[in-house]
């Protein structure tokens, strides 16, 4: 699939983007499991209190309905140990999470990205959903498209290092209905790129991605629980939805 960069980049040269991932990902296992992995890319836990379960044969908790992905945490009776990442929490949820196959890469041959999708995102106390890109080969570079911790604010992050972090924070009513969220990255020198962050097609801000140049991503979405978001998280099934979902890059 091409389309013009300039119309969806306000103010770029004009160029020809190509589909990386496509919206129809998410309209049967075959296809989703052809452009996605189950889980995180290092495995099942990461910093809060749901280890996710998915795989090809078990959709407790990455099921799909009608093109929509459907994330779903429930709550634990059992002692299941702590969570193997720091900070070492205990698992109280099992959750799902999916990861894309292929990388985001700003580069001299790829130098614009496109990530996008729409979300419903829960945004209750103990909730944590997330639509982000982070380092496949180290921590940072990150990029938070979509991220609630227990309110109904968004936070849109770029993480340069631990301590260097731009955040632009935009409340969303309601962060339950169908929303878009979406990161253009663009290179901007031999190093850097700029990233442009937009909700339901309105530009928010831009961060500078300091050293993202030649990096690779991984494109994950996950529905975490507790941690930074606040406990205890729900007792009720939660569920985090997605649709629509497109990774698409302009060749240079």
Same mark, same amino acid.
């Given at each position: 699939?091409?389309?013009?960069?300039?119309?969806?980049?306000?103010?770029?040269?004009?160029?020809?983007?190509?589909?990386?991932?496509?919206?129809?990902?998410?309209?049967?296992?075959?296809?989703?499991?052809?452009?996605?992995?189950?889980?995180?890319?290092?495995?099942?836990?990461?910093?809060?209190?749901?280890?996710?379960?998915?795989?090809? /044969?078990?959709?407790?908790? @990455? +099921?799909?309905? %009608?093109?929509?992905? #459907?994330?779903? =945490?429930?709550?634990?009776?059992? *002692?299941?140990?702590?969570?193997?990442?720091?900070?070492?929490?205990?698992?109280?949820?099992?959750?799902?999470?999916?990861?894309?196959?292929?990388?985001?890469?700003?580069?001299?041959?790829?130098?614009?990205?496109?990530?996008?999708?729409?979300?419903?995102?829960?945004?209750?106390?103990?909730?944590?959903?997330?639509?982000?890109?982070?380092?496949?080969?180290?921590?940072?570079?990150?990029?938070?498209?979509?991220?609630?911790?227990?309110?109904?604010?968004?936070?849109?992050?770029?993480?340069?290092?631990?301590?260097?972090?731009? /955040?632009?924070?935009?409340? @969303? +009513?309601?962060? %339950?209905?169908?929303? #878009?969220?979406? =990161?253009?990255?663009?290179?901007? *020198?031999?190093?850097?790129?700029?990233?442009?962050?937009?909700?339901?097609?309105?530009?928010?801000?831009?961060?500078?991605?300091?050293?993202?140049?030649?990096?690779?991503?991984?494109?994950?979405?996950?529905?975490?629980?507790?941690?930074?978001?606040?406990?205890?998280?729900?007792?009720?099934?939660?569920?985090?939805?997605?649709?629509?979902?497109?990774?698409?890059?302009?060749?240079?």
């Amino acid at each position: 699939m091409f389309v013009l960069l300039s119309a969806l980049t306000p103010g770029a040269h004009a160029a020809a983007w190509e589909e990386v991932i496509g919206t129809g990902s998410f309209g049967g296992y075959g296809a989703l499991q052809s452009e996605w992995n189950y889980r995180y890319p290092w495995g099942s836990d990461h910093n809060g209190t749901a280890r996710t379960y998915a795989s090809a /044969s078990d959709h407790n908790h @990455v +099921s799909l309905s %009608g093109g929509v992905l #459907t994330l779903k =945490a429930t709550r634990i009776s059992w *002692n299941e140990g702590n969570s193997s990442a720091s900070p070492y929490l205990p698992i109280r949820h099992h959750s799902g999470a999916i990861h894309a196959r292929e990388h985001v890469v700003a580069s001299t041959q790829f130098p614009n990205w496109e990530v996008k999708g729409e979300f419903q995102a829960p945004s209750a106390r103990g909730t944590w959903p997330a639509f982000w890109l982070t380092g496949v080969n180290s921590w940072p570079p990150e990029s938070d498209i979509l991220e609630f911790k227990g309110d109904n604010r968004n936070r849109f992050n770029t993480f340069r290092t631990s301590s260097d972090v731009s /955040s632009s924070v935009i409340s @969303v +009513s309601p962060p %339950g209905a169908w929303h #878009t969220y979406r =990161a253009w990255v663009t290179k901007v *020198n031999n190093t850097d790129v700029d990233i442009h962050y937009y909700l339901d097609g309105k530009w928010i801000a831009k961060h500078a991605g300091k050293n993202f140049v030649g990096k690779p991503l991984w494109v994950i979405i996950n529905l975490q629980m507790e941690g930074s978001s606040g406990s205890p998280g729900p007792t009720a099934d939660t569920v985090y939805r997605a649709r629509n979902v497109y990774i698409g890059r302009t060749r240079a």
